[in-house]
């Protein structure tokens, strides 16, 4: 069983940078592949980033890409999102999820149901 809680979510203007965190619990949070997904008013639950278990892979949403970094400390149990050059666009509640399955392949790390483990999620407001 892993329980996450995410923090670090708040309103800024565009342009600005924001950094998420993702508290894990559990002795097997450096065995999980971890990810961060976004769900705006009315709309799906998106994906944003993913991270392999020792970091050595990453993966982006187009939408995020060169703007958004992902990144984990074992040591920590924590995972991270780092977003800078916020637009409107990106004004949702954000998720952390976990999964102890190794999802390498396009459809597979950006599908939610992939992901057993989700946080609570943290509202990130970006105005124009």
């Known amino acids: 069983q892993v329980q996450l809680v995410e923090s670090g979510g708040e309103s800024v203007q565009a342009g600005g940078s924001l950094r998420l965190s993702c508290a894990a619990s559990?002795?097997?949070?450096?065995?999980?592949?971890m990810g961060w997904f976004r769900q705006a008013p009315g709309k799906e639950r998106d994906f944003v980033a993913t991270i392999s278990w020792s970091g050595s892979s990453t993966y982006y949403a187009d939408s995020v890409k060169g703007r958004f970094t992902i990144s984990r400390d074992n040591a920590k149990n924590t995972v991270y999102l780092q977003m800078n050059s916020l637009k409107p666009e990106d004004t949702a509640v954000y998720y952390c999820?976990?999964?102890?399955?190794?999802?390498?392949?396009?459809?597979?790390?950006?599908?939610?149901?992939?992901?057993?483990?989700w946080g609570q999620g943290t509202q990130v407001t970006v105005s124009s």
């Open positions: 999820a976990a999964t102890a399955r190794s999802l390498r392949y396009y459809n597979d790390y950006r599908d939610a149901n992939k992901y057993d483990y």
């Open positions: 559990g002795r097997t949070f450096s065995s999980y592949t």
